[in-house]
Structures are given as C-alpha cells and as structure tokens.
C-alpha cells in the first residue's frame, strides 16, 4: 500500500483490514491502537495484524489520524501550539458525513483509541444536539416504532425535555 | 502514500439505522455530552432509546435551556425544571454520576438543590458545577465532606457557610468565580480543607465579605486569581484588602489584581510561568503598598516566562524597583509599559541576564505632558549582547524615546535575528537584522 516507503530503522507493523487490503504503519502509529499494543509489546505481532471489524476506507482514515497525531506530539513545538494544531485538524477531520463519522466511532471503540473515540462521540453529539427529534430521525434513518399513544406517554412523562 | 479515497455522502451505505447499531455504551458515552434535557429528549428517537440515557454518567442541568421560547408558557407542559431534575435523577439507573452540572434561576429552592446535591454525592459525583443559585444560602452537610469529589466549581450567589468537620480529601480543581463567604476564616479553611488541590481559579466579587484573601495550600501547582475585572464595588480604600499566598510548590501564577493593597506571597521556588497584572490604585504613592509590590515581584525571580504589567505609574514605583533581583531563568519576557514607565524595561533588562525573548506592549499614557524616561544604561546589558535573539515592539507612537530605545536594541542586540515593530494602528512595519 505504502509506495514510498524509505528503509529506515523505525519498527513497522502490518495492519489487515476486513477487505483484506495491508496497511504499513511505524510503531507511533501503532501503539495508539490499545487493542493491539499487547500483540506489539509481546513481539506478536508478524507477519500482520488482522484487524477484523474495520473497513480499509476507514482503517486509511484512522491511520491518518493516528500519524498526524503521533507526529505532532513527537514534534518538539510547545505544548500549547502542538495543541492548536491538533485542535485544527481534529476540527477538519471530523469534517465528514455521518456515516463516516458513526464507522469512524465504532472503530475508534473496537480499536480503542480514546481520543479519537472521545473526538468521534463528542461530534455525534454535537449533530444530534443542533436537530430536533425528527431532524435526528431523518439524518441517521432511525425507524420511529412507537405507536402514536406510546409516543405521546414518553413526550407527556419528560414534558420539560421537550420544552 | 497512501490516500483516503474520496468519500461521497451515502457512497456505499444503503440507508440504514447505523447509529442504533452502535454498543448501548457508545451511545450512552455520546448522550453524556449533551446537556441533560437534550439526552432526555433522545428517548422518543425509537424503543431502543427510551432508556439509554438512563445510563450516561454525566448530567447536566441548564434551567434556561429552551428549545423553542413560545412553547414556556404552553399551558399543556405544566412540568417545572425542577420536577424534571428530580425525576431524571430518580430513574438515573446507573450507580454512579461522574459530573453533576447544575444551572438553575429562581425556581429552585434550597430543599430541591440539597436532594439533588445528596443524591449525586451519595453516587460518588467527582465533578460537580453549581451556578446561579439563587437563594440558597447553605450547602447541604454532607456536601463538606465528600470523598469522591475531584473537581469542584461553585459560581454566583453561592455563599460558603462551613461547618467544622469540613474536608475534600480528593479535590484537585476548585473554581470559585463570584462566591461570596461568610467571612476571611471561611475561605481560609475551605482552601485548606483541599488536602490535594492542584489548581485553583478565583474570581471574586465586589460583594463577597473577604477582606483576607489567605490562600495557603503546600501541594497547589495552578494558581489563577482575577480580583476585581469590574473594581468600581470595591473600596480599596475602607478596607484593606490583602493577599497572603502560602503555595511553595506553584510552577503557574495568573494575578489580574485591582483589589488588594497589600501583598504577602511566601517562597516560589518551583515557579515556572508567571502573569501578573497591576493597576493604579488610590495607594499609588503610598511606600507600604509599593514596597510590598517590589517584594512581590522579586519573589517571582525563579520564572522561565513573565507577563507583566504594571500600571503604576508614579516616579516612586521607579525608584523601588530597583530592589527586585536577578532573573537568571527569564527567556521569555512579555512586558506592558505605560509610555513613562520606560525604566521598567531598563530594570529588567538589567536583571534578566538570560533572556531570549522579549515582547513589549506600550499601553496609552494617561499624564497629560509626555516625560522622557529612557535612560540608556552605560553599559549594554548581558542578555541583550549574548542571548536576546527575538524582539517585539507593540504599540509604537514614534515618540523620540521609542525611537532611542529601538536604536539601542538594534546597536547592542548582537545575536538578534528579528525586531517587529507594530504601530498603534496595527500597521507592521517589520524590519529584519
């Protein structure tokens, strides 16, 4: 996958997706996936990690963030612009449609990588709190399955939610 | 490199309830970010999600929070905030609240806040914010005494009444912004019932009934005091305010101060980062006050990076500054000057040997004939001609004395790479060396 790959000493790691496509990462990048760093630290890692519930479209999306991020860190700037610069590409990450967003969650999840897992959340939240119920509805294709009387009781028991 | 492939909205998603398929404590981490209401209001999405927010572990309470304002007075929703707070806080099946947020006007009474408050300490509540309570004079008992509690911010019309057996064995941030307190003992030993508290934020009010503000905490790091932004309720002059500051393990000091008169800050050896703002006060020329300011500083002489500004502009406060010492760990001085207040800069030219950076703001001279106040030193100081590497000048007028001080930095700066200068209309007019 990775066509410029320079020979360096840097370990690097083999990452599967579902569909079967290979992802070359530096350790930086690995280690932030938690659910692996086990595999890594024990030296179990070869030939390559299969990485079962994440597509390659997402998995290629993951490993951006997780190499700006390793990046950044390891960048030697100050704390406070190392934050701003993150900030803005957290910003323009999540920057995708929703379902994207909803892989990219449940990745981050069975990845465990809680920043992007906070980051991820924390978007999803944002979308759901500037809709209203039938806007939310509408935008993730949740089927309303409350009869009309059933509907009305949840609304009248919680009236102030609704206000 | 490897790129992303463009994705093009639904490309490869048939329309499906993917959110819905998400673990239960995904969604319920998601609904933690919303306020509470917002959480609530989720339950009528789908049968799925009539009781997921049950389970979300941070509850935020916001009584002027409304979706539609015309709706306030619908005669048919007759549930008060209140009523939902505490019926939200009924069904909360999970056994633990992590945050407890709570906004609330005038339609909260004291026994509401106290349930509330019970409720989520005898949940191990470790973040709780309360704001805007009006009309609770107390806070419950047990509240004064909660193990679990590490971060705590009490906002307006909270008034501190404490009881003996007070203590926060697990508090690390306390936030105190406009909290009135029954007197200087209780806000004294609120502070030190924090046996771990590593930041504290105060922010006072003109109406808190503090005359000693007596802040002594052995294991404080962040320190961030704004005393006064709006000083017209003050009375410096009926009462003598004083900030006493016992906290030798500070490495971050913020003091924005218009309040006090009087200063008595302990040893600062581990300080790192300080910022400090001064003003003119009725005491300007009163030596006590000035002496105590100098002391002050001179106990910052640890401190990597210095903001500082200090509106003091009396021919006195020249003459003692004289006393601070050396600030052999200044790289980065960011320093305000009213434009008579030039000997400020020569003074800490002269003490910061070390220094790399250096930004100074000029601010708008309030004395109505313009005094020269440059004296160039005899001798170039040491952190000009061996470290002072980037300078900035914000704030110039083209006054003869800027003029001269520019000259100098130019003449003696020996390893200066850059010198910006801005002028007061944010013009740049950038020269490089």
Known sequence: ?163 | MYKAPETSRNQGFPLMDRISKLPDSVLCHILSFLPTKHAVATSVLSTKWQFLWTNILNLDFDSSLCFNPRNTENSKNKMSFPEFVTRVLLLHNSRCIKTLRLKCGGSCERRHVDAWISTAISRNVEVLELCALIGVDRLPHRFFTCKTLVDLKLENYVTIRVPGNMCFPSLKKLQLISVSYDNDESFTELISACLVLHELIIRRSEHDYLVLCNISSPVLKSLKLIFGSNASGFKPYLYNYKLKVYAPALEYLHLDDKVSMDFSIGELTSLVEADIHLYDNELGNDNQYLDSVVKFIGKLSQVKFLSLSINITTPLMSATLFAIPLFHNLIKLNLQVACCQWHLLRTLFDRADNLEVLVFQKTTCKLTTHQACWIEPHQAPTSLLSCLRTVKFLGFEGMRDEFEIVRFILENGKVLKSMEIYGIRRLPIQRKV
């Open chain 1, 1 to 163: 996958m990775s066509s410029s790959t320079e020979l360096t000493e840097k370990k690097v790691f083999l990452l599967k997706s579902l569909d079967g496509v290979i992802f070359e990462v530096e350790e930086s990048v690995a280690v932030q996936l938690e659910v692996i760093r086990e595999l890594i630290e024990g030296d179990c890692a070869r030939p390559f990690i299969s990485l079962y519930n994440v597509t390659s479209e997402i998995l290629a999306l993951v490993i951006e963030y997780c190499k700006h991020h390793a990046e950044t860190c390891s960048g030697g700037t100050s704390a406070t612009i190392a934050d701003e610069d993150l900030k803005t590409f957290d910003n323009e990450f999540m920057n995708v449609d929703e379902n994207i967003l909803l892989e990219l969650c449940s990745a981050a999840d069975y990845l465990d990588i809680k920043s992007l897992f906070e980051l991820t959340c924390r978007t999803l939240a944002s979308l759901i709190k500037d809709r209203t119920i039938i806007e939310v509805r509408k935008m993730f294709n949740v089927e309303n399955d409350f009869s009309v009387v059933e509907e009305k009781a949840v609304r009248k028991e919680f009236a102030w939610a609704f206000k």
